[in-house]
């Protein structure tokens, strides 16, 4: 058994952190991470963190420094978020296609301009293509435990990735809820030291890292990244089974379904809109509605084979997007969309774009979504594309 | 002559399975000769060279080999660029036209 | 669940007691809690709030605070549209002040009212008024216990200031028993 | 103090560190690498960004470096350097060297943020700049340390763009102002001289910068086999210098009582055949103003 302690989103990143250990971390404040890494430094100022603590002097020397730090086969940790992500996006792939398995903590928060520090999704959806694991927390429980299994994950030979793990902004890293914070000999059996067997620059067995291949050769390496990203969904799904036996909390691996035996209409979601989305399930389910969640954990590796199986008895789902790809729709949808069309009869599909730039999705706004989506599924035309808690009409 | 050799041995991955882990090589990894490249071939003049180490010390592709007694070329990697020629201070090197 | 809603100015401690709350009740008294300010990039000085929701369950409500159960006003200057919004017919709102028969008839409303900023001078010497809302709190609801509340400071205190906050709690808790 | 042998021809190692390279013939850069390689041995770890020295030595299958070595970030040579060194003092690897290996445009144009990051932390680097005056793997771009009157792609030499207008930027100076531990800069055209200086990086405990005149045949247009020749010449006429920063003084290695002429220099070079007499006196009394400051403050 762990302790309890209540601490904010961030605070349970870096217990998390600690826990496993990194040996150096590279840190660049910004709103609303800060507050995961003056905590990191915290740890390492009262020893309880053996780590080398880098003040790095941006974004993309966190990410640079982190490579340097994973390409000698050492454990790194860094933290962005917003225009951080956005700036450090050059390093993103650098690290992936190197197979370095750092861990970053990403705070999702809005993309300016118009400027805004609080949490939407568009930032870590501009970097879906970066060849990172990309996965959305619930709660700071989950921030913390998922730290310890994204070093798991990350450092396991056949995923050998970067994995972003992604809190919204304000609403997990600044709520402060109860997280039990596990005992420290237990993580140490879950997480072994890092080992990177085949790609760190290595004294007995020199290596050049990060190379050039060229257009006879560069196909080959990036289908082997495609391919062993794809693989990557047994150890995710493996980890999360083995760190439930251990810890007592099983996430569901890829995707979590909440009550969607006989739902006739799903709504699927990441992040913290999911919990306020369980307490709307409740109380439909007990006016009799046939209404179900599937929370996505992962977007990269996209868990469309599990999504089918989750959807293929809904007659409507609907797909929550905290983000807008301008010229198109939610970034989720598009993907969700694309996995719906090789069912042999898919559910319709509706999208509700909410929370940018911090808007309050309450409850009566996901009504209102699962009241579209039922209205949907009785055959009324509904708006495929819908903004929510929005000031003003169109 | 000492200097590192192609690898005649190296083949390439026959599945993408067998890529290497990342973008990442074996260091030192030599698969081909630079020799093309060349126009003139440098040759040293053993009678005139009184192993200064000149042309050693500034090679900028460091084919040329101390030896024990005499410098040595590994002309697998020589460009022709003719600085050993020109910074040798008694003539002792030829730059000679390479024959097809 | 109860909901609880804070107002108080940057620098007066009204999102560190929101947090103390949530501990108290969740660390010390095994129920749920979660505490978040008003998000954003306030000064000191600048009118903050800050929530504490306690449940039995968990709590898994990631959306703004609409209504409350309770609204403690640590500085009455903030008196205004913003202390009265969201109250709900049983919402009671405990203000810091010594003037109570000012908010008389003001709203529908049960008020608390308690001299926090007196009692916080005569214990700490100091008028942070924190504790001593809370205690007022403590005293009106069953939302917590006395005893865990003390426990928490004991906990998220520095040890030179956390003796004299229980010692406040306990004053300003006997005061709000005793009218 | 031990005591260390001279640093010659003669005490170099004949083992290559940095070999099979496809540089250009005569390429100045690449002699700088190999002879840094051979001061430092193979247990260094070398960061290299995007540019000729990383473009030419890691093309798959063919790696050049035989120690351990990394492409970096254009922007990132101090910051990947930097977490390989944290890397290494958190794993208890002792005795192996972090060493940056950048050029012109990845030092004082897009890398300076996180060099001068490298060197306000004080970090365990060897950041080595091989100054070749343009952005050459690109095909001969203006830099920032490009110097004034050069013909680039980008400040061809004609009516409106009449060659590069600015000097170069004062990297050993912008350096030494962060009050690193050692600093330096060198020219290929005096090998002793540069290996002596990264002999002296080794031992430094915390950053190092050596700045590497290094000539570019295909960039400046000169003939492949005076390459040392041309680099020696740049530092005979004033155009170049040498010198260290140690101790939070500067030294100048080289005070020649004498210059040899700027024009001939200059004339042996494609990328300055258009300049004018006028041309010429203003970088003559740029290089004037320049030593008269450095033989007042620096001798």
Request: net charge negative; aromatic share 8%; glycine share 8%.
């Amino acid at each position: 058994m762990g302790r309890r302690a209540f601490i904010c989103g961030n605070d349970a990143v870096a217990e998390g952190v600690r826990l496993s250990r990194p040996h150096v971390i590279s840190a660049y404040p910004i709103t609303p991470q800060t507050i995961a890494v003056e905590r990191l430094a915290d740890f390492v100022e009262d020893g309880s963190l053996k780590a080398e603590y880098m003040h790095v002097e941006s974004e993309h020397s966190a990410m640079a420094c982190a490579m340097g730090v994973s390409s000698v086969g050492a454990r790194a940790f860094t933290a962005t978020s917003s225009q951080g992500l956005l700036y450090m996006a050059e390093c993103l792939p650098y690290a992936s296609g190197a197979r370095m398995p750092i861990v970053m903590m990403n705070a999702n928060r809005s993309i300016a301009t118009p400027w805004n520090i609080y949490g939407d999704q568009m930032d870590s959806m501009f970097l879906l293509n970066s060849g990172w694991i990309q996965m959305y927390v619930e709660d700071a429980q989950e921030a913390l435990d998922m730290m310890i299994q994204a070093y798991r994950i990350a450092e396991t030979e056949e995923v050998m990735t970067p994995m972003m793990v992604n809190l919204d902004g304000f609403v997990l890293t600044h709520t402060y809820e109860v997280v039990e914070i596990p005992e420290q000999k237990d993580v140490d059996e879950f997480l072994p030291p890092i080992n990177m067997p085949q790609n760190k620059m290595d004294l007995n067995d020199p290596k050049s890292l990060c190379i050039t291949a060229g257009n006879d050769w560069n196909m080959e390496f990036k289908i082997k990244q495609e391919l062993d990203m794809q693989n990557s969904v047994h150890t995710i799904e493996a980890v999360d089974k083995e760190f439930g036996d251990k810890f007592g909390r099983y996430y569901g691996g890829l995707i979590e379904e909440y009550r969607c035996e006989d739902a006739e209409v799903i709504l699927i979601t990441t992040g913290s809109v999911t919990g306020t989305s369980r307490m709307v399930v409740d109380d439909l389910r007990n006016k009799g509605k046939k209404v179900g969640l599937l929370k996505l954990r992962y977007l990269r590796p996209f868990p469309a084979e599990k999504i089918r199986e989750a959807v293929k008895n809904a007659k409507v789902i609907g797909v929550v997007d905290k983000n807008i790809s301008f010229g198109y729709e939610g970034t989720i949808f598009t993907n969700v969309n694309s996995a719906l069309v090789t069912m042999e009869k898919h559910p319709m599909s509706l999208n509700f774009i909410a929370g940018i730039g911090g808007r309050d999705i309450g409850k009566n706004h996901i009504e209102d979504m699962f009241n579209s989506m039922i209205n949907a599924s009785e055959g009324k035309v509904e708006e495929r594309i819908q903004y929510m808690n929005v000031r003003c009409e169109k | 002559m000492d200097r590192p050799k192609v690898n005649k041995d190296w083949k390439e991955p026959e599945r993408i399975s067998k890529y290497p882990v990342g973008s990442t090589c074996d260091g030192g990894t030599l698969v081909t000769i630079n020799a093309g490249w060349r126009v003139l071939r440098p040759v040293i003049n053993q009678d005139k060279c009184v192993n200064c180490l000149k042309c050693f010390l500034l090679c900028p592709d460091g084919v040329i080999s101390k030896g024990e007694e005499k410098l040595t070329i590994d002309y697998d990697y020589c460009k022709g660029c003719g600085v050993c020629a020109y910074e040798c201070k008694l003539g002792a090197i030829d730059m000679v036209k390479e024959e097809k | 669940m109860k909901e609880i809603r804070w107002h108080g100015r940057g620098g007066q401690g009204s999102f560190t007691i929101a947090r103390l709350l949530g501990q108290a009740a969740s660390v010390y008294g095994g129920q749920y809690a979660q505490a978040f300010p008003s998000f954003g990039p306030e000064r000191r000085g600048a009118p903050v709030l800050g929530f504490t929701r306690i449940s039995e369950t968990k709590i898994t409500d990631r959306s703004e605070v609409i209504t409350c159960d309770y609204v403690i006003v640590l500085d009455e200057t903030l008196w205004g549209p913003a202390v009265v919004a969201g109250l709900k017919e049983d919402t009671i709102i405990i203000i810091n002040t010594e003037t109570p028969e000012k908010y008389a008839g003001q709203v529908e409303n049960k008020i608390i009212t308690i001299d926090a900023t007196s009692l916080a001078l005569e214990v700490l010497g100091r008028p942070i008024t924190n504790t001593a809302m809370l205690g007022a709190l403590v005293a009106i609801s069953d939302v917590v216990s006395l005893d865990d509340c003390k426990n928490a400071i004991k906990d998220t205190l520095k040890a030179s200031v956390s003796e004299k906050n229980i010692e406040l709690i306990q004053k300003s808790y006997d005061a709000v028993k005793e009218a | 103090m031990m005591d260390k042998k001279p640093i010659n021809a003669r005490t170099l190692t004949n083992k290559e560190y940095f070999y099979g390279h496809k540089a250009c013939g005569g390429c100045g850069e690449s002699l700088a690498v190999r002879l840094a390689m051979k001061i430092l041995g193979e247990r260094t770890f070398a960061s290299l960004p995007a540019g000729c020295m990383s473009a030419v030595s890691f093309i798959y299958p063919q790696m050049a470096f035989r120690n351990n070595a990394i492409i970096t970030p254009f922007a990132s040579t101090g910051a990947v350097a930097s977490g390989v060194a944290a890397g290494l003092k958190a794993l208890g690897i002792k005795d192996a060297y972090s060493i940056g290996f950048a050029g012109d445009g990845g030092t004082a144009d897009i890398g300076l943020q996180s060099l001068s990051g490298a060197i306000d932390r004080n970090d365990k680097v060897i950041y080595i700049c091989n100054d070749n005056e343009a952005y050459m793997n690109t095909g001969i771009q203006k830099s920032g340390l490009t110097p004034y009157g050069s013909k680039t792609t980008t400040s061809p030499a004609g009516e409106n763009i009449p060659g590069a207008q600015n000097m170069k930027k004062n990297m050993f100076e912008i350096v030494a102002a962060h009050d690193i531990a050692y600093a330096a800069t060198a020219s290929i055209g005096y090998p002793e001289d540069f290996m002596r200086k990264v002999e002296k990086a080794k031992e430094v405990e915390g950053t190092s910068y050596i700045h590497i005149l290094a000539p570019c045949p295909t960039g400046w247009g000169h003939a492949t086999n005076i390459t040392i020749s041309l680099a020696k010449e740049a530092v005979d006429c004033g155009l170049w210098y040498l010198a260290e920063y140690e101790n939070g003084e500067f030294k100048l290695n080289k005070n020649p009582k004498e210059f040899t002429p700027i024009e001939s220099y200059l004339k042996k070079q494609g990328r300055f055949k258009h300049l004018g007499e006028e041309d010429i006196k203003v970088i003559e009394k740029h290089r004037d103003y320049k030593w008269e400051k450095m033989r007042k403050n620096w001798v």
